[in-house]
């Protein structure tokens, strides 16, 4: 199993879920409303969180675990998906996983993803 971990730009969110749940093997998403900075600062400087000292602009992060042979696809969809071209574009990133629990039936690893 893979977790992917994607931050992205807000007005992305749309188009990407859209295109996300079009995949078979996706099981499900987690989507958070968050704020960060990357290694170039200042893109989108009218997205700066308000009253904030640090210079932190929101994105919004999708976590899904997934069976590993659809991680490749979901982390292309998402690149394609999220892109313009422009600095804040966000990243991806996935590692391997050894324990996914499904609580309502009590299944483990890939039968639970
Ligand atoms: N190394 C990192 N660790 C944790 N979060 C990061 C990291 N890099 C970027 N992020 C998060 O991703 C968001 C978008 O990053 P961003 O796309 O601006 O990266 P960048 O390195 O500045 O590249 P670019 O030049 O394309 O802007 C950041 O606001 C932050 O929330
Ligand atoms: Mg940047």
């Known amino acids: 199993m893979k ?20 995949l078979e093997g996706l099981a499900g998403m987690t989507v958070t409303d968050v704020r960060g900075f990357g290694r170039t600062r200042a893109e ?9 000292v640090a210079d932190f602009v929101r994105k919004s992060r999708i976590d899904i675990i997934c069976n590993d042979s659809v991680a490749t696809t979901i982390v292309e969809t998402i690149r394609k998906h999220a892109h313009t071209g422009a600095h804040g574009d966000g990243k991806i990133y996935s590692w391997s996983i050894e324990k996914a629990v499904r609580i309502s ?9």
């Open 44 to 52: 989108g400087a009218g997205e700066l969180v308000p009253d904030d």
């Open 105 to 113: 039936s009590g299944e483990t690893e890939n039968d639970a993803v």
């Open 3 to 22: 977790a992917i971990l994607a931050i992205i730009k807000p007005h992305k969110l749309a188009d990407v879920t859209l295109a996300l749940r079009k």
